[in-house]
């Protein structure tokens, strides 16, 4: 598992939403999931491959409480410790 | 009286191209796409047509008939806007196996990994029904969506099915077709073992030394309309799907009955729905797998429901030119069909040189075809209406017959 900073989980987040699809021309923290057209499936395929990097799990289920990429963020740093 | 179902758009992407007219121009060119003993799509580039987003979430054989649905409906001239409510819209996509790429995938990760590694978009990459559903959302389709599975009649049905919602005044427009894309291990195998396809990798429908047929993958679309409201708003008419015919032999789970009694009374009810005789038929195109037993039987059940008439009408086969694909070889075939009668041209049966006793029908076997309408029915003179039977038939004794017309 490798040292679980915001800066990490991020830079990971953010290159995992572009595999899954996302074609926007930028992404950051700020950047909105609902922009992005991230459902609950996304999550869910996001969460089985972070599971297995950063020992974090994300449920489909959290995706009422995240608005924007830095919450995707914020919520596996906070599991992480 | 019934509601006239009009052809407004065909589509297709074929182991020949992307394109109806691609497949038509070549075919009748006397060009093959099996390669290696196989037929794959080797021009279909998926993001010509669908997201990055779209991609990942589709099986390729939903990818192929986006593609096509694509070309029916900008043929049809849908990019601007759709020709009827949402819900007096429907789709119907057959297939043979659907997403069985993404499933083998999984099975893989699966054994690999445990149940953990499978993908949570398996199930709706993999179900059968997911190119009608991904072609409906695409296109805002809010009526009777689904799809149909009878292996290689799949996409026939689904064709006079869409006909029948219309007829039935259950939808004004129908997309209708079938996709299949299952050129992966377990396929080869399954036929192989059950010896099917051809060793030496050759599709020649009705040639005495035909071996089996040729796996290939693909899909095809048309668009139905109610003809009333095709032409109310003034929409290029093709063609028009004139009857349907659906029979089963009920008689083994991939041998059909002996004497191609269960396709012959598909045949005569697609043109007894049609209102039509055997004299109105002037063209044929074949399921004609190249094995040995489809291309004896499809004979026999010619002659049997079209009497002396068989001998005198062109009977071709597609799948001399793209193999056999499967839940989409009713649909592409149906599609190839629509082009022979809009070019009133047969393209031929490729390969076929050699006869057989009793397989003694006219199988175009030297270049393609003039249709010129043969003056016993609808087809009239130089610029009548040609009349054509597409016939599919699957394992499990599913018999599918479509009667295609030219536009009057």
Same mark, same amino acid.
């Given at each position: 598992v490798p040292t679980i900073t915001t800066e990490v989980v991020q830079e990971r987040v953010i290159e995992l939403l572009r595999t899954l699809g996302s074609e926007a021309d930028e992404i950051d923290g700020s950047t909105e999931l609902q922009t992005l057209e991230v459902d609950s499936l996304d999550l869910v395929e996001l969460g089985q491959i972070v599971e297995e990097e950063f020992d974090v799990e994300l449920k489909s289920e959290d995706l009422s409480e995240l608005r924007t990429v830095g919450d995707v963020v914020r919520l596996m740093v906070d599991r992480a410790s | 009286m019934k509601r006239r179902v009009a052809i407004t758009g065909v589509g297709a992407v074929t182991p020949l191209g992307v394109g109806a007219s691609t497949l038509h121009t070549r075919w009748a060119a006397g060009e093959c796409g099996i390669r290696d003993g196989e037929a794959g799509c080797v021009d279909f580039e998926p993001s010509d047509f669908l997201s990055k987003k779209q991609i990942r979430r589709t099986d390729r054989f939903t990818q192929l008939a986006m593609a096509a649905a694509a070309e029916a409906t900008d043929a049809a001239g849908w990019s601007e806007a759709l020709p009827c409510e949402p819900d007096r819209m429907g789709c119907v996509i057959g297939t043979g196996v659907g997403g069985i790429r993404t499933m083998q995938g999984a099975y893989k990760l699966m054994y690999g990994g445990?149940? *953990?590694?499978?993908?949570?978009l398996t199930v709706p990459l993999m179900m059968p029904n997911a190119a009608s559903a991904v072609v409906a959302m695409r296109y805002g389709l809010q009526g009777h969506v689904y799809g149909i599975v009878s292996a290689c009649a799949a996409s026939a049905h689904a064709i006079g099915t869409g006909a029948r919602m219309i007829q039935a005044g259950d939808a004004d427009a129908v997309l209708a077709g079938g996709s299949e894309s299952a050129l992966i291990d377990l396929t080869f195998a399954g036929f192989s073992a059950m010896e099917a396809l051809s060793p030496t990798g050759t599709s020649r429908p009705f040639d005495a030394r035909r071996d089996g047929f040729v796996l290939g993958e693909g899909a095809g679309v048309v668009l139905l309309e109610a003809e009333s409201t095709a032409r109310e708003r003034g929409a290029p008419i093709i063609g028009e799907m004139l009857g349907y015919g659906a029979s089963c032999d009920a008689h083994h789970l991939t041998a059909p009955e002996p004497d191609g009694g269960g396709g012959a009374r598909a045949i005569a009810r697609a043109l007894d729905d049609a209102g039509l005789g055997p004299e109105a038929v002037d063209y044929v195109n074949a399921h004609g797998t190249s094995t040995l037993l489809n291309d004896r039987i499809e004979t026999a059940a010619l002659k049997n429901a079209l009497g002396a008439r068989a001998w005198e009408i062109p009977v071709s086969s597609t799948k001399s030119a793209i193999g056999h694909l499967l839940g989409a070889a009713g649909a592409t075939e149906a599609v190839a069909t629509v082009e022979a009668l809009l070019e009133r041209l047969a393209p031929p049966t490729l390969g076929y040189e050699e006869a057989e006793e009793g397989l003694d029908l006219d199988y175009v076997p030297d270049g393609p075809r003039p249709l010129e *309408? !043969? *003056? !016993? #029915?609808? #087809?009239? #003179?130089?610029s009548g209406q040609l009349v054509a039977l597409s016939n599919s038939f699957g394992f499990g004794g599913h018999n599918a017959v479509l009667c295609l017309g030219s536009a009057r």
């Open positions: - | 445990g149940r *953990g590694k499978v993908s949570p *309408g !043969n *003056g !016993n #029915g609808n #087809g009239d #003179g130089a």
